[in-house]
């Protein structure tokens, strides 16, 4: 995979134009797209042009920021003024917003050209991306698995060769998980660290935006390009530049294992991850055994809360001021009603089912409530571990990506992201990185987890087992621009 | 578990058509979802701190900025009206069955 | 009447903040339909709140006049609705903990109404039903509101549009609501059950929405009185429902029973953490408070000697009363207060132009006309005169007073002309003093063509009578 580093690099060397690099992109996703899926809208004309205007600022002698000319994706729940945003919905098939979101005006005042939007589950609600109104892009690593969800387009872009990163969103495991599938890096900021602002709501309390890259310094990049406070999100805070200060150092750091995360999964995980402990190790980290009792109370308290707020945050698509109406109906109610019914798909619904169930009177006690007490107790744990050690290694998936053939029923599914969802729950950082292979030679991920607004340590850690490794567990992208 | 009955009151609050849908078989979908979600009930939770530690959020200063052209504000609606200066969303009253 | 009311009262009110409770479009009223709009107030895809921190401080300000006790950490939540003028299908407000807990009001027949709790909300938008469809207006939706909860303490319509007037008059007096029904910047909820009198337990209530007026409000509580008492009359039981009112019939109506009454979902607001004020900020906002209409009202009455018909005028509008005050100093009060009602208050008649006191004599140009009259120095006519003319050119009394119009006749002189007057009016004196009063006024009209209308008529008449006994 091409790195954000490498584009300046030859940006700024002049050897290949903006423009070029663009039109390479943009001309790769057109052609792989078909087949692959991982974009939802194409847009060569918008993407052209940003490019134009970052060769005009070269050919000007003015510096160019990090991420100016380098082609991504973006995630298609984030609202791009003029091109349309559809959340992997029917809803919003036709949906073009008419504001930027506050993470794409970072971004195009560094010059960022967007290939595309990416495909992704419906809502971000799932995690194979199985539920995108579109068809589900492929893995590049394996075709007849899945991306992983629900930042699964953005994943299979990086991963296949049409975008050098990826901006994708992180509710339970949206982006480490699919990184993790795809053998890619995922981060999930500090809840907080990057505005929501313009990033079309799942789960509030839950929800981060994020990069996908192809290697660890890109993360740190992106997330350093990304992260501000933002005077419209109250929950904004931003968080510390970080890029600067990567020394791929770990020296002394204090590396947490919590053996409940390492149940019941496959050999070939635990042993991959296991092993890039001991590498960590070799590399001056020092390990020690610690417990985590409530990992297995953090699926249910996420989809607890994740769904109630999901039923809230989907109320307003009532086919009134944007999105798909309903042709057919007796009056007003059955105009909504239908509406909604035709527009979302079944993942959706049935969240918006329990989210409904988990907050109506009678189970909110036993159920959101508890749930909220749960985050907090899960939080305490994080914040008693942190004293004791400075991060966590796991691994980031209980397996490697599915089949596209697997039926699964819909708890089996979300127990995919029983290794991701408490870092959610708890608002702290992670990191997941390509660790290993499985027999079929497809990728497998460990995660970091850190302190809050703590990315330095996580983003450390990460490139130390970069180095490490040479990067053996970097693989070249499957298609798309080989520069 | 839910019942077709408790399906249909939660349709109804969630603003979901079932038209056409077998409820049955419905209900036991999410009948499966709620008691995955029900193992909360099993978490013991003395000895954990549970007050709230949240921060302080910003507030907004009270200055007036520039409300967005009203026909960028329609410009997704399905049936809009122009009135004036203005306009409505339509919220539509009476429908076509076929 | 058999029955004693019981009546809570759940109030609106529009908070005057210039931007609305979670964007900055403005929040003027009016304004061609869906102007005052943007991503944010119309709930499109991504948008997030961002409170007004004003918004938070008027409520609390209200709180602190109401004597709540404002809390230092409260929590906005989302209520669940799905109608076509509330775009996100919920409405931003607050649940188990408000801003403001406890507090009262105190009525003029010596009962006290204990308030439940004040909360912040955003207000929806507004709908005009058409053949076509419901138009959709959010201008005014995301404007901040407070909802003031009453307990079930008032017993009748005098007690309740009392407590509404209380409420009016001092949130304006406070400046955080223009409190205007008829532009539906203060509007109410009637809670209302019947029970015999006695009786220890509440009978089952009715909730009638949205009364926009003191007349309405009279007219549906007359009307559900009469209502419920038909049926427990008849033996039968009165079922509680949520009811409209119409102000053309002057009927209310059922809108929804309980049993299929909505379930709001409550869940602590995700994009907003939570509200917090300091103990120090909330003490400044009580120290900041002015005084309050009902304690000026006790202030005019009991140490100005005002009558409380007069002293309630004053104290309806803080013009008004700012304006009386600075009239009034180093006079007597009940000069500058009859002044003010009787000459002002009939030419400025309408409540607006009250609410909106702002007349062509200033209060220290007043004062001053005021002062020279007090002092003897002129009569009433020449402050008739002089304050017409200050009225129509803007300037101060010294502009109009000529030097005829201070040489008021001294008591003595005025006696010795009131003398001559009798002796040169014999035939109206004996007109008089035969029963034809009105022969009076041509006595002392003499009077006052003999000194140009430079003596005081009311003297004059005085001394005229106790002369011809």
């Keep these: 995979m091409t790195s954000i580093t490498q584009i300046h690099e030859l940006l700024v060397s002049k050897k290949m134009s903006a423009s070029e690099l663009a039109e390479q992109y943009v001309s790769a996703a057109e052609r792989d797209n078909p087949e692959m899926k991982a974009y939802i809208t194409i847009t060569r004309d918008a993407a052209m042009s940003a490019a134009r205007e970052v060769d005009a600022k070269i050919a000007r002698g003015a510096e160019i920021p990090p991420l100016a000319g380098v082609p991504f994706n973006m995630k298609d729940l984030v609202s791009t003024a003029g091109v349309r945003t559809t959340c992997a919905s029917k809803m919003l098939e036709d949906y073009v917003p008419f504001y930027d979101a506050a993470v794409w005006e970072a971004l195009q005042s560094q010059g960022a050209v967007m290939v595309g939007k990416g495909n992704m589950d419906e809502f971000a609600m799932g995690s194979t991306n199985k539920t995108s109104y579109f068809g589900a892009p492929l893995n590049p690593r394996g075709k007849s698995r899945v991306p992983g969800g629900s930042s699964g387009g953005v994943a299979a872009a990086v991963a296949g060769g049409t975008a050098v990163y990826g901006i994708g969103s992180d509710t339970g495991g949206s982006i480490r998980q699919p990184a993790a599938y795809c053998g890619v890096v995922g981060l999930k900021p500090t809840y907080g660290a990057v505005s929501r602002y313009g990033l079309i709501a799942f789960a509030s309390s839950l929800d981060q935006i994020g990069p996908l890259t192809a290697n660890v310094r890109d993360a740190a990049i992106v997330l350093d390009a990304i992260s501000d406070k933002d005077s419209r999100d109250m929950t904004s805070r931003g968080t510390a530049k970080t890029a600067d200060r990567l020394t791929g150092d770990v020296h002394g750091l204090r590396i947490g294992i919590a053996r409940e995360f390492f149940e019941n999964l496959p050999p070939e995980i635990e042993e991959s991850v296991m092993a890039s402990a001991k590498t960590l190790e070799k590399q001056g980290a020092v390990l020690a055994d610690v417990s985590f009792p409530m990992v297995s109370y953090g699926l249910p308290t996420y989809y607890i809360l994740a769904c109630a707020e999901a039923s809230s945050n989907l109320g307003r698509y009532d086919g009134l001021r944007f999105g798909h109406r309903a042709e057919e109906f007796r009056d007003l109610e059955d105009f909504i009603c239908k509406t909604r019914s035709e527009g979302f798909g079944a993942e959706v619904k049935r969240r918006i089912l329990l989210g409904t169930y988990v907050l109506s009177s009678g189970y909110y006690d036993a159920f959101y409530n508890k749930a909220q007490q749960l985050r907090r107790a899960i939080s305490n744990d994080f914040e008693k571990l942190f004293g004791a050690v400075d991060c966590l290694l796991t691994p980031t998936t209980p397996s490697t990506a599915l089949r596209f053939d697997a039926q699964l029923s819909p708890v089996e599914v979300y127990m995919t992201d029983i290794c991701t969802v408490p870092i959610n729950i708890a608002g702290v950082p992670a990191i997941s990185f390509p660790c290993g292979f499985d027999a079929d030679g497809l990728p497998i991920g460990a995660q970091l987890i850190g302190r809050k607004f703590d990315e330095q340590t996580i983003l450390n850690a990460a490139l130390a087992f970069e180095n490490a490794t040479a990067a053996e567990f970097l693989r070249p992208s499957n298609g798309g621009v080989s520069l | 578990m839910i019942t077709a009955d408790g399906l249909l009151k939660l349709a109804s609050l969630s603003k979901l058509s079932l038209d056409g849908i077998d409820l049955d078989e419905t209900a036991r979908d999410v009948g499966s979802v709620i008691d995955f979600a029900n193992e909360v009930s099993t978490a013991d939770l003395t000895g954990y701190n549970l007050t709230e530690t949240d921060d302080q959020s910003p507030l907004r200063e009270d200055i007036v900025v520039p409300s967005v052209p009203v026909g960028t504000i329609l410009v997704n609606a399905g049936e809009a009206v122009t009135d004036g200066g203005g306009g409505f969303f339509v919220a539509p009253v009476k429908g076509a069955v076929k | 009447m058999k029955y004693e009311m019981v009546i809570g009262l759940e109030t609106h009110v529009e908070l005057s903040t210039k931007t609305k409770i979670f964007c900055g479009c403005t929040t003027q009223f009016g304004g061609e339909p869906n102007t005052h709009c943007c991503p944010i107030c119309t709930g499109m895809p991504g948008t997030l709140p961002v409170l007004n921190k004003e918004a938070v401080r008027y409520a609390a300000r209200a709180g602190a006049a109401l004597s709540c006790d404002v809390q230092t950490r409260s929590v906005m939540a989302r209520k669940h609705y799905v109608y076509p003028d509330l775009p996100k299908a919920y409405q931003v407000s607050q649940f188990d903990l408000p801003l403001c807990l406890g507090g009262y009001v105190d009525l003029s027949n010596g009962r006290r109404i204990n308030l439940t709790r004040i909360h912040i909300e955003e207000d929806a938008g507004k709908l005009v039903h058409t053949s076509r469809g419901e138009m959709i207006d959010y201008n005014r939706g995301g404007v901040p509101l407070i909802e003031i909860v009453s307990e079930p303490d008032l017993r009748g319509t005098d007690e309740v549009l009392e407590y509404m007037e209380h409420l009016q008059t001092t949130l304006r007096a406070i400046g955080v609501s223009d409190c205007r029904m008829q532009e539906g910047s203060m509007r109410c909820d009637v809670n209302l059950s019947l029970r015999l009198p006695g009786a ?183 402050v008739k005169r002089v304050y017409a003319q200050m009225a129509q050119e803007q300037k101060p009394a010294s502009a109009f007073i000529t030097e005829e119009d201070t040489q008021v006749f001294g008591d003595g002189e005025l006696s010795e002309l009131c003398r001559r007057a009798v002796e040169e009016n014999a035939k109206s004196v004996a007109d008089y003093k035969s029963g034809r009063e009105k022969a009076l006024k041509a006595i002392v009209g003499f009077v006052m063509r003999e000194t140009k209308g430079r003596a005081d008529a009311q003297k004059a008449e005085q001394e005229i009578l106790r002369i011809i006994g």
Excluded: C
């Design chain 3, 200 to 382: 220890k337990e509440f009978g089952t209530r009715s909730e009638t929405k949205n009364l926009n007026s003191f007349t309405a409000i009279a007219a549906a509580i007359e009307y559900e009185y009469a209502r419920q008492a038909e049926i427990l009359d008849a033996g039968g039981v009165v079922i509680q429902e949520t009811r409209g009112f119409s102000a053309e019939t002057g009927e209310t109506s059922s809108l929804r029973s309980k049993e299929n009454s909505d379930d709001y979902r409550y869940f602590p607001e995700p994009d907003i953490i939570a509200v917090r004020l300091s103990e120090e900020e909330i003490a400044a906002i009580r120290g900041a408070l002015p005084e309050l209409p009902a304690a000026k009202l006790r202030r005019y009455t009991d140490d100005l000697g005002i009558s409380a018909a007069d002293a309630k005028l004053l104290t309806k509008y803080r013009a008004v009363s700012e304006y009386f005050e600075t009239a009034q100093a180093g006079l007597s009060p009940k000069t500058a207060a009859s002044f003010i009602i009787t000459t002002m208050f009939s030419e400025i008649t309408t409540e607006s132009e009250r609410e909106h006191w702002n007349p062509s004599v200033s209060a220290q140009n007043l004062n001053e006309l005021l002062g020279l009259s007090e002092s003897g120095k002129i009569n009433r006519a020449t």
